[in-house]
């Protein structure tokens, strides 16, 4: 009898050339990571290609440090390592798709096995797949050669049961099916799998618009257009160890309340591991997956690009079967990286770097893609304009293009108030704002000669280029700098602000996109996706991230759960009129009212208010609700001055809030006339697992911060405009703790208190 052994190393995104650094293997060794297995060709390279250094096969690329990350690059067999012995066959690994059939109007799912047979003579058997909750079981004869066998099996699903499908987070319910697949094989050697089958389709449409140049960029699912809302993912730690479920849950769970339906899997990072991807599937989290590659050129020599190969095969069969994913995207800005020019490539070179750039993503990533995976679009790079870039030869002369794809936009300069300047494209893929994360996070990395704006330490965690610079840059077009005498004071109110400034400017930015998605201005428009830059933190640091390195939740965090609500009315002025649209992400249409209020800064009583008649929301648009002037708005009420006056509004329906209450600023706040230091004081209560925080402030207080340090958890809600004498405020804690733990940390603050 043979005997084979087969070295189990649990590898994940970091990739199995890991391997290579310290073993070097003969013969048929098979390297396994979760649920897929990568077969090295009879050789396990001794040393590394630099190459694969530099694109992060060992490390991650953003180990080498980034705009928001440390330098740590990490080495070495990080997972369990074990050794299994076999004969007469082993399961390397199966996987599925399953596949909507237009034509018969069914689902059937397509299985595929692969073996590697020991046994010197054919095994024959049966496989039984079996998904009884939808009334579907079928056998199969098979018959395994010796050697590596795949068995490819086609299941048709029973037509006589419904099938529900996989929904994104807001649009319905995330069913799956649990299936299992029993191989009986000879010699009574059987082998049982099980798995979670979910079914939806992924369509990307791009079509030409009525008044529009350009095509489309949107997502369908299930048949449904969804415009796509979140944010971008990066590592969760620079070491992958210490990145557990519990963090990737507390990461995830925070995206789904803060209503995002989608996070991109950024390209300069890792393949996340196969538990990131089962909480999607779960929690109905739309993954952007990036092949990974980023912001660099990459060489396509012949042991590289049997890496690339090797990773990326790997890769598919690992991830997709997983609902969640429903883009395989190239690479992260490397498109843009060329045309752009951005490494200074002398025009007579450039033609080279085009065609390495071809031969990677589109005649190998991109034919691997097709051949492996039927189930999801690939599009070659982030940002592209998609069906024209591959017109133009793969490459775009303006990969930016509002009117094609996806596009980046980054402006720290420009005031961020001012929604027009930003693009009015069909896809916005990345775009934010840097904030400092809170004192409590920063404090447990520091001493107190760090804590100030301009220490060294402050300037050492700031990875992006003048980012602190920029943040008081983009602050003092509306704020005023803080005040206080005392310097970690000053430093706390600087973070504050910065969190402020933050949540505000991705605010603005966001209802811009999403007020975009059903209309054609100045032919642009019809914005069908909005994922800021950044969700998590690798670290304690200055970043765009809404997450802070251990979940705590930014500001802009609390305001994205706002401004991704599924209705939500958006408020804007244009050369003095002010609009208010309604967007809804609902599937059916909804009946509501709008009520607009004008508030002094100097009293807690609206000064008026006035209620439209009911209208239908219909689902899926952003339509106008109300338009006025903005003197006829002051004018009619009363005593008001831009200066000292704020307006707010709601949708309701049967007397029931039906969108957050939104707000928007007349003037800048450092032009605000009558807002006083408000006295806010909080009664803590117990209430089951949750404590309610009573509130109750003096006067109109903007951007109230409720902190409770280090103690785990959220708020209910956070950083908002009290405008009314009272307000309970719930607190849900992640560990357990007590009302005296809570009472003993809060602080609280709103803008006056730092001047
Ligand atoms: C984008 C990303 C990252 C970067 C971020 C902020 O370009 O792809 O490379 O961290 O901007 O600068």
């Not at 068995?151 to 929904?167: G, P, Y």
């Not at 369509?203 to 997502?219: A, D, K, V």
């Not at 649209?581 to 009212?593: E, I, M, N, P, Q």
Request: hydrophobic share 40%; proline share 4%.
């Amino acid at each position: 009898m043979r005997l084979r052994l087969l070295l189990l190393l649990a590898l994940c995104g970091a990739g199995p050339t890991a391997l290579g650094r310290s073993l070097s293997l003969r013969g048929s060794w098979r390297i396994r990571s979760g649920n897929g297995s990568l077969e090295l060709p009879g050789r396990v390279p001794g040393c590394v290609h630099s190459a694969l250094l530099q694109r992060g096969l060992i490390q991650e690329q953003s180990s080498f440090s980034w705009d928001w990350g440390p330098s740590f690059p990490t080495q070495g067999i990080w997972k369990d390592v074990r050794i299994e012995a076999y004969n007469i066959c082993h399961l390397n690994y199966f996987m599925f798709s399953p596949i909507y059939d237009n034509h018969t109007q069914g689902w059937n799912l397509e299985i595929e096995s692969s073996f590697d047979v020991v046994s010197s003579k054919p095994i024959s058997g049966q496989v039984i797949v079996a998904i009884p909750k939808l009334q579907t079981q079928q056998t199969y004869s098979i018959e395994l050669q010796p050697g590596e066998r795949i068995v490819e099996l086609f299941v048709k699903i029973n037509k006589n049961v419904t099938v529900e499908t996989w929904w994104p987070h807001g649009h319905g319910n995330q069913t799956g099916y649990n299936m299992t697949i029993l191989f009986k094989l000879d010699g009574g050697l059987s082998i049982e799998k099980s798995a979670k089958v979910y079914f939806r389709t992924v369509e990307l449409i791009e079509e030409p618009i009525e008044g529009s140049q350009g095509l489309s960029f949107y997502f369908k699912i299930n048949g449904l257009p969804i415009f796509l809302k979140g944010s971008n993912w990066i590592p969760a730690d620079s070491f992958q160890d210490r990145v557990t479920s519990d963090l990737l849950r507390l990461l995830l769970q925070s995206a789904v309340d803060a209503n995002m339906n989608t996070l991109r899997v950024w390209g300069g990072g890792i393949y996340e591991q196969d538990e990131f991807y089962r909480l999607c599937d779960e929690l109905g989290i739309m993954v952007w997956q990036d092949f990974m590659f980023a912001c660099a050129l990459y060489p396509t020599d012949r042991d590289f690009m049997n890496s690339v190969r090797a990773e990326v095969a790997h890769q598919i069969r690992r991830l997709k079967y997983h609902p969640s994913i429903i883009v395989w995207g190239g690479n992260n800005e490397n498109e843009a990286a060329l045309m752009m020019n951005w490494y200074n490539i002398p025009a007579s070179e450039l033609h080279t770097y085009i065609k390495d750039y071809v031969i990677l993503y589109v005649k190998n990533i991109r034919k691997i893609v097709l051949a492996e995976d039927k189930t999801r679009p690939f599009i070659i790079s982030s940002p592209t304009n998609g069906a024209e870039s591959i017109k133009e030869g793969w490459l775009s002369v303006n990969p930016y293009d509002n009117n094609f794809g996806d596009v980046h936009f980054y402006d720290y300069i420009s005031d961020c108030w001012n929604w027009k300047v930003f693009p009015k494209a069909r896809f916005v893929s990345e775009y934010g704002y840097q904030s400092w994360p809170s004192f409590s996070t920063l404090e447990k990395v520091s001493s107190e000669e760090d804590w100030s704006y301009n220490s060294k330490f402050s300037l050492h965690r700031q990875h992006h280029a003048d980012g602190n610079n920029e943040m008081l840059l983009q602050i003092g077009f509306h704020f005023k700098l803080p005040e206080s005498t005392d310097t970690l004071q000053t430093f706390k109110d600087t973070i504050y602000l910065t969190q402020v400034m933050q949540a505000q400017c991705v605010k603005i930015e966001t209802e811009f996109y999403r007020r975009s998605r059903s209309e054609i201005v100045d032919a642009q428009g019809y914005t069908m996706g909005a994922l800021y830059w950044q969700l998590n933190d690798i670290w304690q640091a200055p970043s765009w991230a809404s997450l802070e390195y251990g979940g705590k939740w930014k500001m802009l965090h609390y305001f994205a759960r706002h401004f991704f609500a599924p209705l939500l009315p958006v408020g804007f002025e244009d050369q003095d009129v002010f609009f208010i649209y309604g967007v809804s992400d609902l599937r059916s249409d909804c009946k509501a009212k709008l009520t607009v209020r004008v508030h002094t800064w100097r009293s807690l009583e609206p000064l008026c208010s006035s209620e439209t008649e009911h209208f239908v929301l219909k689902a899926g648009e952003a339509v106008l609700l109300y338009k006025e002037s903005v003197p006829v708005l002051l004018e009619n009420c009363g005593n008001c001055t831009r200066q000292s006056c704020v307006v707010s509004f709601y949708l309701s329906a049967d007397s029931q809030l039906v969108s957050p209450t939104n707000y928007h600023f007349l003037s800048s706040l450092s032009e605000s006339v009558g807002l006083h230091k408000a006295h806010i004081t909080a009664i803590i209560s117990q209430q089951g697992d949750t404590f309610a925080f009573d509130l109750e402030t003096s006067t109109v207080a903007p951007f109230v911060w409720l902190d409770v340090g280090s103690i785990p958890g959220r708020f209910s809600d956070n950083g908002f405009l009290m405008t009314e004498k009272t307000r309970t405020v719930l607190f849900y804690p992640w560990k357990p703790t007590s009302k005296s733990e809570l009472e003993q940390s809060f602080r609280v603050t709103s803008l006056m208190d730092i001047y």
